[in-house]
């Protein structure tokens, strides 16, 4: 079992800079696989980034793509989001994921433990 806990959402302005966290408990950290999706209102949980259990693979999604940063510190037992020039269409709930792959996964199905979210509301 792994317990995984989203924090640093908050209310921002469009082209301001957020980084979200995700504290894991449980399991060994570093053997894991690790993504963040969001989830806005009305819409389906899509993803946005994912990095290996090294922190040397990442993916993105096209629509974060030269915005946001994905990195991990597997002694802190932390991943974060660095989420830049902020858009309101990036509003929604964030959420990050474990996933036991090896290489970083892009779809849900991947993951097996979710954390709760958190929400991150950029004003245009």
């Known amino acids: 079992q792994v317990q995984l806990v989203e924090s640093g959402g908050g209310l921002v302005q469009a082209g301001d800079s957020l980084r979200l966290s995700c504290a894991a408990s449980?399991?060994?950290?570093?053997?894991?696989?690790m993504g963040w999706f969001r989830q806005a209102p009305g819409k389906e949980r899509e993803f946005v980034a994912s990095?290996?259990?090294?922190?040397?693979?990442?993916q993105y999604a096209d629509s974060v793509k030269g915005r946001f940063i994905v990195s991990r510190d597997n002694a802190k037992n932390t991943m974060y989001l660095q989420m830049s020039s902020l858009k309101p269409e990036d509003t929604a709930v964030y959420y990050c994921?474990?996933?036991?792959?090896?290489?970083?996964?892009?779809?849900?199905?991947?993951?097996?433990?979710w954390g709760q979210g958190t929400q991150v509301t950029v004003s245009s």
């Open positions: 990095i290996n259990s090294r922190g040397a693979i990442t």
């Open positions: 994921a474990v996933s036991p792959n090896n290489l970083p996964p892009i779809t849900r199905a991947s993951y097996i433990y």
């Open positions: 449980g399991r060994t950290f570093s053997n894991y696989a």
